[in-house]
C-alpha cells in the first residue's frame, strides 16, 4: 500500500538535491557495529552470494565476532564530532548548500542521507517533500560507479519511492570518475601535499576493492577506477613507472580486483623503497577506509616489510575546489529544472482556481 502523501493545491514547488554516502554506525562500539553490519552485508548488491550459503557464515561467523573488531577500528579514528564520514559528508552538503545559492537565484533544497544507518534514505525524501520539493537531484558520492555502492544506493531511493503515492520527478548521477573538476581537484590536492612534504618515490592509488567475479559480470567499476587513476597520473605528469593503481579492503577468500594494496605495498617495503604516498580516490571523505586500513594498517605493512616512510594523504574532504566541482556536476544535472519553481503568487492563484472548481481546502 502506498504512503500517503495527500495532493496539496497552491504547495510550494522546489528543486532539491540529495547526497547519498555509504553510511557509519552510530557510535563505535560492538553494539552499534552489530546492526550495521548486518545492514550492510545483507544487501543483495553487496554479498551476491546465494542465501542458502551467506546466511550461516553472516550469523554463525561474522556478525558474532567483527562487531568488536570493527569497534575498536572505529574507535582509533572517531572525531570529537562523531564517524568522520559522517561529519565531512555534513560539511560538504552545507558548503554545496552554499554554493549552489551562490549560482542561482533559486537555489535548490540540499540534504544528504546514508544508504545505511542515519539519516536515513526514506527520512530526507520524507523531510524534502514537506519542504516542497517535486524534483529531487539524486548524486551518490561514488565518483567510480559500482553495483556494489552507486547501484545500492539507488535501488534504496526506488523503494523508498515505491511506498510513495505522489512521487517527486528523479535525476540521477551515474558517476564522475573522469569529470575535468573532479580530476583537477585530486591533482591539486596531491601537489599541495607534495609542496609541504615533498615527492615520493611512488604513488600508490588505491581503491576499494570489489569481488573480480562482479568485473566478469559486466561491472564498469574497474574500468572506472583504472581511468581515474590514469587521468589523475597525468594531470601530475608521472610516469609509468612512479604510480602503481591498486584495490584494497578484500574480504573473504574469492578473487577480489588485483593488484592488492596490501601486497604491493609489502612487496614494495622489501624492495627497500624509501617512500611511498598513497591516495584513495574512490573515497570524496576520510573515513574508516582511508583513515584506518591504509593510514594505520597499510603503514604497518610497508614498514614492517622494510620501507622506510610512508604518507597518506588525505582526501578531498571540504576542499574548495572539490565542492566546485561537485556544484557543477550538480548545475550540469539540473539544467531546466531550477526555472521551474513556483512563486508563492502563482501557488495561491492555483490554489483559488482549484478551490473554484471544487477541489478540497
Known amino acids: 500500500m502506498p504512503i500517503q502523501s495527500n495532493y496539496q493545491h497552491g504547495s510550494s514547488s522546489r528543486t532539491g538535491v540529495l547526497l547519498i554516502n555509504l553510511g557509519t554506525p552510530d557510535a563505535p562500539t560492538a553494539q552499534a557495529l552489530r546492526p550495521y553490519l548486518k545492514e550492510f552485508l545483507s544487501n543483495r548488491r553487496v554479498i551476491e552470494i546465494p542465501r542458502l550459503i551467506w546466511w550461516?557464515?553472516?550469523?554463525?561467523?561474522?556478525?558474532?565476532?567483527?562487531?568488536?573488531e570493527s569497534a575498536e577500528k572505529y574507535a582509533k579514528i572517531w572525531m570529537p564530532e562523531g564517524s568522520p564520514l559522517k561529519v565531512h559528508t555534513e560539511r560538504q552538503t552545507k558548503l554545496l548548500r552554499e554554493a549552489l545559492q551562490a549560482k542561482s537565484n533559486n537555489p535548490p533544497v540540499v540534504e544528504y542521507a546514508m544508504n545505511i544507518g542515519k539519516p536515513s534514505v526514506?527520512?530526507?525524501?520524507?523531510?524534502?517533500?514537506?519542504?516542497?520539493?517535486?524534483?529531487?537531484?539524486?548524486?551518490?558520492?561514488?565518483?567510480?560507479?559500482a553495483a556494489s555502492s552507486t547501484a545500492a544506493a539507488m535501488d534504496n531511493v526506488f523503494?523508498?519511492?515505491?511506498?510513495?503515492?505522489?512521487?517527486?520527478?528523479?535525476?540521477?548521477?551515474?558517476?564522475?570518475?573522469?569529470?575535468?573538476?573532479?580530476?583537477?581537484?585530486?591533482?591539486?590536492n596531491v601537489r599541495d601535499y607534495w609542496e609541504i612534504h615533498g615527492r615520493p618515490d611512488k604513488l600508490i592509488i588505491s581503491f576499494h576493492g570489489t569481488p573480480r567475479s562482479?568485473?566478469?559480470?559486466?561491472?564498469?567499476?574497474?574500468?572506472?577506477?583504472?581511468?581515474?587513476?590514469?587521468?589523475?597520473?597525468e594531470a601530475l605528469t608521472l610516469q609509468t613507472g612512479q604510480y602503481a593503481v591498486c584495490f584494497q579492503s578484500r574480504f573473504g577468500k574469492a578473487q577480489w580486483l588485483t593488484p592488492y594494496t596490501a601486497v604491493t605495498l609489502e612487496q614494495l617495503g622489501k624492495a627497500q623503497t624509501r617512500r611511498v604516498d598513497i591516495v584513495c580516490p574512490g573515497f570524496v571523505s576520510d573515513c574508516l577506509e582511508t583513515l584506518e586500513e591504509i593510514a594505520i594498517e597499510a603503514k604497518h605493512t610497508f614498514i614492517q616489510a622494510g620501507g622506510?616512510?610512508?604518507?597518506?594523504?588525505?582526501?578531498?574532504?571540504?576542499?574548495?575546489?572539490?565542492?566546485?566541482a561537485l556544484a557543477d556536476i550538480a548545475s550540469t544535472h539540473l539544467q531546466g529544472w531550477l526555472d521551474q519553481e513556483v512563486s508563492k503568487e502563482a501557488a495561491q492563484l492555483s490554489k483559488e482556481r482549484a478551490l473554484a472548481l471544487g477541489a478540497k481546502e
Not at 135 to 145: A, C, D, G, H, N
Not at 214 to 233: E, F, I
Open 159 to 188: 523503494a523508498v519511492l515505491g511506498k510513495i503515492r505522489n512521487q517527486p520527478a528523479i535525476r540521477t548521477v551515474k558517476h564522475y570518475h573522469d569529470h575535468p573538476g573532479y580530476i583537477a581537484a585530486l591533482a591539486q
Open 308 to 324: 622506510q616512510e610512508f604518507h597518506y594523504i588525505p582526501c578531498l574532504n571540504e576542499r574548495s575546489d572539490w565542492i566546485e
Open 56 to 68: 550461516p557464515i553472516l550469523h554463525g561467523f561474522i556478525l558474532p565476532f567483527r562487531p568488536k
Open 122 to 145: 526514506a527520512t530526507v525524501l520524507a523531510d524534502m517533500q514537506a519542504q516542497g520539493c517535486d524534483r529531487i537531484l539524486v548524486i551518490p558520492l561514488f565518483p567510480q560507479y
Open 214 to 233: 562482479s568485473l566478469d559480470k559486466g561491472d564498469p567499476y574497474h574500468c572506472y577506477c583504472q581511468k581515474t587513476g590514469r587521468l589523475l597520473a
